[in-house]
């Protein structure tokens, strides 16, 4: 599906490439090599032993699942939502979605009933992909209710080895990846392939849910933008603490990674001895990670240049605060801040020799700044109110689905100039010329990469029974926590699942107690 014409000044390397493109030549390049590792405690949170597969059963475990779903029916370019825990499955999943020439939309892991039945009728979902279990939420039987609400899905998918009757199962394609695989008929797009819509993933704002459609050649902008800041080079060994549902989950490390052709480790966030363990052994030259967790894991000497790693990749989902964080004290590892703008963009900058932020001001962001060869990824500009905008190769150009504008509900305005405004409020400083943002956008809260309407959930609260309450606070890791206070605790909880809404709201009520001393190996890092 196009959306509306070329993308201008996309960078080269990018300029008729498709994920799958990128993925297939790796393949061809490197089929013995590791292609992409599970967490080790994968048993722990989800079913099935840990995988590592190599570029040739990756592609063909691509292929099984893009076979499986054409054998569906489903019409060219439906789309396909996936949720998924941060496995191998989420993404050769989405890989596969898009083989089978459907567009993939990532649902948040925490995402339940509300949220996914609102969004999944926005966009008129055909298909929906899961797992029978995470941690110890039932999954399928998540799918079934989402389903059972949303007239436009047709098909229910699911990896696990026991799944209900009606679901499409996923966990036999595993076997495929041992032998041959019927090949799929790769469907021609007209014009350029990477102009046509590969993902969705949602923002929000004070209206409610937003879809944000994306091209192939504006994920690769996005993600070339970060592959160049941290200079990975090929064959790179990613190690991604970061769920794979937002742009910026995706901008970090699953497109780097098929940028590179290298390895991409998963790590089901957070535990710190984990995530040592796995850099150990493969190697790892690359960590993803929230920004805040990045600066303090070094600050304590938890992190540093052993073993090959050469860069962080920081992700701050609140931007205001990346200024003041502590200065990077680690000269052999290279921290490319991410500063993630919602789903509208993210700007990309490596640390300089004193440890400080990079200084980025309005105008053409270019990357790998001061270097020959560096391509425009997005432009910056500030608005009469103050805001933050943002246009160019990584930043969507189009409301998504066609028409939606004409509906009355949620969806992405984008200027006559290009320009869509991220509602970051920032400041242009008059002696350095360094653009900062100063306030996340007005009535939002944050989780983890959560956005909430933080009215909305007061008046959902207040209307469940007398004296309940809730507050956004700010968090030094996940950017905002919710906190709240009821007279019965326990009730308000059970109600708050009954009205499907994201575990965070429920546990915002959880019981408290005061602990002396952080403990940072159990830090929340969604």
Known sequence: ???????PDAPADAERSTLDDLFQRAASRRPDAVAIVDPPIRENFTEGAPRQLTYAEADRMVSAIAGRLKRLGLPHDSVVAVQLPNTVEHALTLLGVLRAGLIASPLPLLWR???????????????????????????????????????????????????????????????????????????????????????????????????????????????FSVFAEAALGQDAVILSTLQGSSFAGLATALVPWLISGGTLVLHQPFDAAV?????DEHQCTT??????????????????????????????????????????RE?????????????????????????????IGPGRLITPRGTPGAVVVAE?????????????????????????????TSYLRVGDDGFVDTGYTCRIDRDSGRLMVTRPPAGMVSVGGYRFLLRELQDIVAATGPGATLAGLPDTISGHRLAGSAPNRDALIAELIDLGLNPLVGNAFRERRAVETPHIDRASAA
Not at 208 to 216: D, I, S, T
Not at 275 to 279: E, V
Not at 384 to 390: E, H, I, P, S, Y
């Open 275 to 279: 995530l040592n363990a796995q850099r």
């Open 1 to 7: 599906m196009i959306l509306g014409p070329a993308t």
């Open 331 to 359: 000269p052999n590892v290279r921290l490319v801040d991410v500063q993630a703008l919602g789903e509208i963009g993210i700007i990309a900058g490596r640390r300089g020799a004193d440890g400080h932020p990079a200084l």
């Open 113 to 223: 009933r509300r949220d996914m039945i609102a969004a999944l009728t926005l966009v008129g979902a055909r298909a929906l992909i899961t797992c029978a279990r995470v941690d110890t939420a039932d999954h399928c039987e998540l799918a079934m209710h989402v389903a059972a609400e949303v007239f436009t899905i047709r098909h229910v998918g699911a990896f696990g080895a026991n799944v209900p009757d009606g679901f499409v199962p996923l966990e036999d394609l595993y076997a495929k990846t041992d032998g041959a695989v019927e090949p799929v008929r790769v469907i021609e797009r007209l014009g350029n392939p990477a102009d046509h819509v590969a993902l969705i993933t949602w923002d929000a704002d004070v209206t409610g849910l937003v879809p944000v459609a994306r091209k192939h050649s504006e994920l690769l902008a996005g993600g």
């Open 380 to 408: 910056l500009a500030r608005s009469r109110d103050g805001t933050l905008l943002m246009r160019g190769p990584m930043v969507p150009r189009h409301p998504f689905p066609p028409g939606i504008e004409r509906t009355g």
């Open 287 to 328: 960590i993803v990670m929230p920004g805040p967790l990045a600066t303090r894991l070094a600050d304590a000497r938890l992190i540093g240049a052993r073993d090959g790693l050469a860069s962080v990749i920081g992700v701050w989902r609140a931007p205001e605060r990346m200024l003041v964080s502590p200065t990077w």
